[in-house]
């Protein structure tokens, strides 16, 4: 027999505040909606306002409740204003999920300044300084839950790697070195690790039909990865069903990474 009320308190996120950054679309869109979908009440902040809107509008048909936050999280000064912001709807987070990225990979010996000021700033500073926001005070209450979003470029180099794989490679640090200050205190930290996945952020790849086949054979399953098949992962990271899981990197690949 099927315990529902064993299931709702293993993995619901009633009574949760969760903000998702790049949740307007891809993976983040995906996984601001799973966690919505499981009880959280969910801030979503990105740059576009009319995808935001899009987003927030779907899950409040729905009946949860959501809010959106448009913010540029490629300055310091414009992390801190979103994170602000961030808390007006619903107050302090006790899930934070970092799926924003910038994916831009041009050759390492055409790679500017420029190039590398932008994609760490994006990928890896913002996370820190969300993570040195909110951190802290999760660890006050006694629960929190952090979750980046990486690549396998953090783990391996293909598709020219560049400073985005740098970039995610030093978040996965991140969450090691965020897990080691806060687990003691019931916050934990860990990333996501996607395949090829067929969202915006890969318009580059998807817009190649062998390289996308080619990617397809290898993994195990024999497809590339959607936006939607992160969000069981995510509800788990997020719930109090990973309590004893912090510091991890967890692939959802399709195998990808072991075949």
Known sequence: MISRDYLFDMFSLDGRVAIVTGGSSG?????????????????????????????????????????????DLGTRDGVRAAAEAATEAFGEPDILVNSAGINLRPPMGELGEDVWDTTMAVNLEAPFLLGRRFGPGMAERGFGRIIHITSQQAHRAFVQSGAYGVSKGALESLARSQ???????????????????????????????????ALAARTMVGRNGLAEDFAGAAVFLASRASAYVTGQSVFVDGGLSVH
Do not use: H
């Not at 996984?31 to 990105?46: D, I, K, M």
């Open 179 to 213: 897990a080691e200050a806060w687990s003691p205190y019931g916050v934990t930290c860990n990333t996501l690790v996607p395949g090829f996945v067929m969202t915006p952020l890969n318009t580059r790849l998807s817009n190649d039909p062998e390289k996308v086949a």
């Open 27 to 71: 993976i983040g869109r995906a996984v601001a909606g799973a966690l919505a979908r499981a009880g959280a009440q969910v801030v979503v902040v990105a740059r576009r306002e009319e995808e935001l809107a899009a987003t927030v509008d779907e899950l409040v048909a729905e009946g949860c409740r959501a809010a959106w936050v448009s913010g």
